[in-house]
């Protein structure tokens, strides 16, 4: 009988100290069983922890952790080790006592164009060791293999790779990201499927101004019309060496400095200006800028898939539709036209100047002292 009594003593004794210790175990973790890796303490192990870890990393005294839960690694301090430790927790359940290290580009997949040269931003975590880069095949991309700078070389798919050496306890790792280089064409190659890519300052042909940009080059002007217009019409505007089309500038030209912009101006001005414009282009895959005769604007919208009633000179009121002229001119990177009166070079007499308006799809005769917009063309 006292036996039992004494045993019932202990066990409530027992009960007792359990309850002391549980209630003490910390309190930010609620179901009081720590789980290795959860190092805000909310329960679950997942990619928030580690960017907890990281920014406690960075501003210790700032940054509220469960110490014991982010030592990961079990080195006894909390540390950049713990971070892949922690990774390994999230992808496979459990900690990484061979810590392996964390490595990837930035873009998985990158576009550029012949004869750019750009690096891929690259991430990593875990080893201190050497990065060192390969790029295959090399008739498409070189790279520097210490800096990851890549040459596109050639047209076509390369893969880039990096490999982390291992350093420490810290495993090696590879990365890897696909590179689609686009050939480049020249002008003097163009074909009809070009109308409505861009030619740039360099005599380079690109679909859009930001593939433009991508690739290193400023985009000039929207490609409009493919074919010779040597003096046809009897308003050839330039020289015989540009034989292979018309191309339309991708803004309006302001009054008489030729800056980008929209404002409209009297013919005297509207030469001025369009002769000016400020726009780069290829000096020698290119004509100056200039103003479109009448004949030049009717080829240009014909080329955009309008329609006209143009056989061999203008008349009042004559039909000019512009087709897709809108969405091509949006679409490359252009900004598009105001839907109103647009200079041409074409005199009807001595004070009055033929124009094209966008809004009534008409070509008229007006005054030279009235105020319209101007868009200059380059031939190529
Ligand atoms: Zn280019």
Known sequence: MQKRLLSITWLLAVLVSTFTAVSSLSAANASNVLKLGDVDGNGTVNVADITVLINYLKTPSTVNIISAAADAYHDGEVNASDEAAIANIIMSGTPDKSANSILFFTEPTVKKAFGTAFANTIVRAGSTGAITYSASPA?????????????????????????????????????????????????????????????????????????????????????AYVGNLNNAGGNGAYSDNFNHGLAIALTDVSNTIGEEGSSKM??????????????????????????????????????????????????????????????????????????????????????????????????????????FYVRAVLAF
């Open 266 to 371: 009297q013919l005297s001005n509207a030469y001025i200006s369009a002769g000016a414009y400020t726009r780069a282009r290829s000096a020698t895959y290119t004509s100056a800028w200039f103003l479109p005769s009448v004949y030049q604007w009717e080829r240009i919208l014909i080329g955009c898939g309008g329609t006209t009633s143009y056989t061999d000179k203008p008349s009042n009121d004559m039909l000019f539709s512009y087709g897709n002229f809108h969405t091509m001119m949006t679409g490359c990177g252009g900004t598009d036209v105001q839907p109103n009166a647009y200079w041409s070079s074409t005199q009807f007499e001595t004070y009055n100047e033929w124009y094209y308006n966008f809004g009534f799809k008409r070509i008229y005769w007006g005054s030279k002292t009235n105020d």
């Open 139 to 223: 008739s498409v991309a070189t790279v520097n293999a210490t800096t990851g700078e890549v040459t596109c070389v050639g047209a076509g798919q390369a893969t880039v790779t990096a490999t982390l050496a291992a350093s420490g306890k810290f495993k090696g790792a590879t990365a890897q990201y696909e590179l689609n280089v686009a050939p480049v064409i020249m002008a003097s190659a163009v074909t009809s499927s070009h109308i409505g890519q861009v030619i740039c300052n360099n005599g380079h042909i690109h679909a859009t101004v930001s593939d433009a940009t991508d690739a290193g080059c400023t985009a000039s002007a929207m490609i």
